[in-house]
């Protein structure tokens, strides 16, 4: 009989789906998978060969943790993995997780708040609640990294190299950008909440790089205005692969992307509750606002190197899969 996986990955914005989704279209060669997400987004992107359990993103706290407890003790499935944060988005695991010692739990640790993990005691919490610790690219200087069980990988992406469309496709048809102009991508996969100050900061590059193709990525048009601009595609890995340098947050999803393309980022570190952007950006080209972002632009525009490269990186989604499927056994 075919295991089943259950992911956790509770978190609005594209991350904690894409992340989820990364390991699991991987993982769906060989195992059922299933995710749960609350994630405004989920319905417009591709399930990946996943089973989304989707909690609307308008429910309140209340009606979430209730919505998380019944999948998790009345759903059949063989291994649990955790993404971020390992009592629950708002603490519902606390009280679940005890309940489910004969299963395998996971617990994927991206780069979070020390100051979250001293208030909640997290080192006693995860050594006593989960199987395993998986860090997914994200270094060694992280709250949890020192604890026994834990596994590092290279980063995790939803596309192998090898999977990524051709450039000249993605040009042409996704980005509608037919010549060689340069291409500059306003990557806004965050909070709904931020769409005004990326609609700003690609009015402000549109008005300033008049030679230069710019473009928004984005789940949503951000305004009727940018409508020609816009673009709605989704992994935007295959997006910011071709262009020529992308401006967006220090979030996981864009920074390790952008990386791994060779794609040349210039970052603002957004604020999060929980998600430390400022420790990610000040690796990169972090700016501060909208000006700063601009003067970056240009100079990274006036050395950058206008023939396209195909990118090759290694994907961590694929061994961080062995790895949970050896912790099943």
């Known amino acids: 009989m075919t295991k089943t996986w259950l992911i956790y990955a509770l978190g609005g914005g594209w991350g904690h789906i894409t992340r989820a989704l990364s390991l699991g279209r991987i993982a769906a060669n060989q195992r059922k998978v299933k995710i749960m997400t609350n994630s405004p987004y989920a319905k417009q992107i591709s399930d ?7 909690i609307p993103d308008s429910a309140d706290f209340a009606a979430t943790c209730l919505q998380v407890r019944e999948i998790l003790l009345n759903t059949e499935y063989d291994c649990l993995i ?6 629950g988005l708002g603490g519902e695991l606390a009280n679940i997780l005890p309940q489910l010692q004969a299963i395998p739990r996971i617990l994927i640790h991206r780069d979070i708040n020390p100051r979250y993990v001293q208030v909640k005691d997290l080192r006693s919490f995860v050594t006593n609640n989960f199987d395993a610790v998986i860090v997914p690219g994200e270094g060694t ?3 949890l990294s020192d604890l026994p069980r834990v596994i590092h990988t290279a980063p995790w992406l939803i596309r192998n190299a090898e999977e990524l469309l051709a450039q000249k496709i993605v040009r042409s048809r996704i980005l509608k950008v037919d010549n060689d102009r340069q291409i500059i991508l306003v990557c806004a996969a965050g909070q709904a909440s931020e769409l005004p100050l990326f609609s700003q900061l690609t009015r402000r590059l549109h008005e300033a790089f008049p030679e230069s193709a710019v473009r928004i990525l984005s789940p949503h048009c951000p ?20 262009a020529d340098v992308v401006v967006g947050g220090a979030g996981y999803n864009t920074v390790y992307e952008c990386v791994s393309v060779g794609v040349p980022l210039v970052a603002l570190a957004l604020p999060r509750l929980y998600d430390r952007q400022l420790k990610r950006a000040s690796k990169i080209n972090q700016v501060q606002n909208i000006p700063d972002a601009l003067f970056t632009v240009k100079k990274i525009l006036d050395t950058v190197n206008n023939s396209q ?19 099943e056994l």
């Open 309 to 327: 490269s195909i990118p090759s990186y290694t994907n961590g989604a694929i061994a961080a899969v062995h790895h949970i499927m050896n912790f």
């Open 82 to 87: 955790v993404d971020t944060f390992p009592r």
């Open 141 to 143: 200087d992280l709250p």
């Open 223 to 242: 305004e009727d205005e940018l409508k020609t601009l816009w673009v709605s595609h989704h992994p935007g890995i295959e997006c910011l692969a071709v």
């Open 48 to 54: 990946e060969g996943c089973l989304l359990h989707w």
